[in-house]
């Protein structure tokens, strides 16, 4: 009996040759049609999936169907090739839990996958608790052996590339990182947008009100109708936008550990100008719509007027990417080798805000 299985999405990590170090590496899997748009839909509820992926390098005269030493260490036993996770199996399927990130519609972002740059994914599937091995996991000491560095590596520090990834991709302290859905709800909630944009070499961070326009997943800003930010945005209309939102200081008896309670967004897109009156009179109202949405126009205040349209440059911000990140921790780490900060200290931080 034979059959075909396609690949329903490929790996995009930078990752183009066997290592170890795996557990904090960051990668991507595009989807591939004719998968839809809906078949990341609800993943975000799941911490964990499980990544079943191909191993393309190996050559089909490399594949293993007896018996062999893992790894080709002689110091193993030779054992059969079902009864360890070497790439070289009959069919080079790999299988790995991964941590996942979030989500768009067409990716997935997930942490502790070890599959190289360019792999064809067959199949994602959700970790649940029922389907995790019941009562203790045994394994021989070769094995224990084997896997004692896999995940970690080595003392080196693994090198990524910034240059090359997407704006979003890294992220130094992942357990930080939130999905698509938070990442929504606090869009919705933010007040202030900080805006980078360029002129020349210049570069330029602005202040302003926004929505969160999601039915067309952008954010509409607006300024002058001439000016600096919009002879910016019609000659190097890509953007980062940032909105963020901040607790109490967080003291600790180590330097090292002090901090503060934070929510953060970034979004990275391009910027149009809307030209057409319906649309720029869509998004005025709805900036008006978001700050003051207990008055009504027509009825608390004269609605929007055609001499002030003009006036306005509107803009959308085509957001192509974004990254939520959200440490709001009690309290910052203290260390055991120096004495402890008094109480009244943290009572002091933890009453204020900024």
């Given at each position: 009996m034979s059959f075909n299985i396609s690949p329903i999405g490929v790996v995009r990590n930078q990752d183009e040759s066997p290592d170890?170090?795996?557990?904090?590496?960051v990668s991507v899997i595009e989807l591939l049609d004719p998968l839809q748009d809906e078949a990341l839909s609800g993943l975000e509820d799941f911490s964990h999936a499980e990544v079943i992926f191909f191993f393309d390098r190996v050559e089909e005269r490399d594949i293993e169907t007896g018996a062999r030493h893992p790894r080709d260490n002689p110091e193993y036993p030779r054992v059969g090739i079902l009864a360890q996770r070497g790439r070289n199996r009959p069919n080079r399927l790999g299988a790995t839990i991964v941590r996942i990130i979030g989500h768009t519609s067409r990716t997935v972002t997930v942490e502790g996958l070890d599959a190289l740059d360019g792999s064809p994914v067959i199949d994602i599937k959700p970790v649940m608790r029922e389907f995790l091995p019941r009562g203790e996991v045994r394994q021989p000491a070769w094995a224990s052996d084997l896997m004692k560095?896999?995940?970690?590596?080595?003392?080196?520090?693994?090198?990524?590339?910034?240059?090359?990834?997407?704006?979003?991709?890294?992220?130094?302290?992942?357990?930080?990182?939130?999905?698509?859905?938070?990442?929504?709800?606090?869009?919705?909630?933010?007040?202030?947008?900080?805006?980078?944009?360029?002129?020349?070499?210049?570069?330029?961070?602005?202040?302003?009100?926004?929505?969160?326009?999601?039915?067309?997943?952008?954010?509409i800003i607006h300024s002058n109708r001439t000016g600096r930010i919009r002879s910016n945005l019609e000659n190097f209309p890509k953007v980062g936008v940032e909105v963020s939102e901040f607790g109490r200081?967080?003291?600790?008896?180590?330097?090292?550990?002090?901090?503060?309670?934070?929510r953060s967004v970034m979004v990275f897109g391009r910027t149009r100008i809307l030209e057409n009156d319906d649309?720029?009179?869509?998004?005025?109202?709805?900036?008006?719509?978001?700050?003051?949405?207990?008055?009504?126009?027509?009825?608390?205040?004269?609605?929007?007027?055609?001499?002030?349209?003009?006036?306005?440059?509107?803009?959308?911000?085509?957001?192509?990417?974004?990254?939520?990140?959200?440490?709001?921790?009690?309290?910052?780490?203290?260390?055991?080798?120096w004495q402890a900060l008094p109480e009244e200290v943290f009572k002091k931080y933890a009453a204020g805000r900024l």
């Open positions: 170890k170090n795996w557990s904090n590496r560095d896999y995940w970690e590596g080595s003392s080196k520090q693994f090198s990524r590339d910034y240059q090359k990834a997407a704006p979003s991709e890294f992220q130094r302290l992942p357990e930080h990182q939130r999905d698509e859905a938070w990442i929504r709800k606090f869009l919705h909630n933010g007040q202030i947008a900080h805006v980078a944009h360029l002129s020349a070499d210049q570069p330029f961070v602005t202040p302003t009100n926004y929505w969160f326009d999601e039915e067309f997943h952008q954010l200081l967080l003291p600790a008896n180590t330097a090292l550990e002090f901090g503060l309670q934070y649309e720029r009179r869509r998004g005025m109202n709805g900036l008006l719509a978001k700050y003051f949405p207990d008055l009504t126009p027509g009825r608390d205040y004269r609605p929007i007027t055609e001499k002030e349209l003009a006036r306005t440059s509107v803009y959308a911000v085509e957001i192509e990417s974004w990254s939520g990140k959200e440490n709001w921790a009690e309290q910052a780490t203290q260390l055991p080798d």
